[in-house]
């Protein structure tokens, strides 16, 4: 019987096959049912299914690997869900399950009166034109302007204000359209759209001052594929002048929070001697966030017996490796949350009476914004969630409430 190759689905077709999936057909024999090819059931039950998350209470993670591991995160290499036959494959859906009430898999159900009102919203209604009216579009104005004030990015406002039913992309595209004008947003509100400059593929050849064999990237990788549990922690330098003062920046890979410490002198001495007091304030807890450093092949890093050992106490701390040169690509997570610390603390602003207490500020601020990466949730969320919030109080890190959190320069009363 040949296929009825057809552009759209109608109504009754998307009950038909609703149907199907309740008596547990799969997706061919719903499809010569209607007399449609199996490609096209299992795009329209792929496109229009609901998504019902799973109860995550005591139980925020199903890897299948979870016996063997000690801790389970997602991020994890491994970290894979258990699969359903059912669900995503033979059927799509989970419409009429039969071991519904005892699966703890997210579920999918397929329902026709609303795959077509979703289809006839994007056949019709989103080619109209701008689907909103004027008090709603002045109502998202009064929500995102003083935040976008504040320096805050349409995704950090929109994971802090569920409100608001429109994607990031959307409103970009409204304020670039100029929908907003009235309420003073532009594209000039959006700083990181205008002022974004193309960088410069010239290349420095670095000179290696001493002898990285064993501390190299390739190094660090096989150390890390022997060692799974050790989370590595990547460090590096901020400033504003050759002069000073310097900012030695670490970025915990596992949970995405970033600290700060100010030095007058850019020298493996003084570097090192940071990680002498986070030694002697943590103790214990100091190897695990502080046992396997990576970072760039700075002078500033070059002793690395300094960093390694604690001289004082003449004992071994942990191990630091280096990138290769010319190569921040290896180190790529500090070198993005750097972009927060410059919005805050721009490359022209004199930085002579920066202090401790401004930087701890500055990263309480920048560790309360939500990441992607981290599915919505802030840094500093993530790791009271796996460590508690004593550490933090000890590297006098706060959590910033979502509206009052500033990624401007006046955040700082730097004269």
Known sequence: MNKKFVKHISLEDRKNIELGIIEGLSKSQIAKKINRHPTTIANEIKKHRKLKPRNTFNMDSICI?????????????????????????????????PDIKSC????????????????????????VGVNLDYPELKQIATIIKPLLDKGQSLYQI??????????????????????????????????????????????????????????????YLEYAKAHPFEHTTEM???????????????????????????????TSISM?????KLQKILEVDYYDHFSLLLTDRGSEFEKYELFENNIQLNE?????FYCDPQRPDQ??????????????????????KLTQEDLNLMFSHINSVPRACLGGRTPYEVFTYFYGDDILK???IQKIEKDMVTLQPYLLKIK
Do not use: W
Not at 316 to 320: F, L, P
């Open 104 to 127: 703890k898999l997210d579920k999918y159900f397929y329902y026709a009166n609303k795959a077509n009102e979703s289809y006839l919203y994007t056949l019709v209604d989103s080619r």
């Open 158 to 219: 929109l994971e802090n204000h569920k409100e608001i039913t429109q994607c990031a992309k959307t409103l970009y595209t409204y304020i670039e359209m100029g929908l907003f004008k009235e309420f003073g947003i532009d594209c000039f509100s959006l700083r990181k759209q205008v002022s974004r400059r193309i960088k410069s593929k010239k290349l420095k050849k670095r000179r290696l001052p001493i002898n990285y064999e064993g501390r190299e990237y390739k190094d």
């Open 236 to 266: 590096d330098t901020v400033y504003n002048s050759q002069s000073g003062p310097f900012i030695q920046t670490f970025y915990f890979e596992n949970t995405g929070l970033m600290i700060g410490f100010i030095h007058k002198e850019k």
């Open 316 to 320: 071994a701390r942990g191990h630091i």
């Open 65 to 97: 690997h979870l016996k063997e591991c000690r801790r389970c995160v997602k991020k994890c290499e491994r970290y894979q869900e258990p699969s359903c036959k059912r669900r995503d494959r033979n059927i799509g859906a989970c419409n009429n399950c």
């Open 272 to 276: 090192a001697s940071t990680l002498d």
């Open 394 to 396: 000890k590297l006098n």
């Open 331 to 352: 180190k790529p997570h500090v070198e993005n949350n750097h972009n927060f610390v410059r919005d805050i603390l721009p490359n022209k602003r004199k930085l002579d």
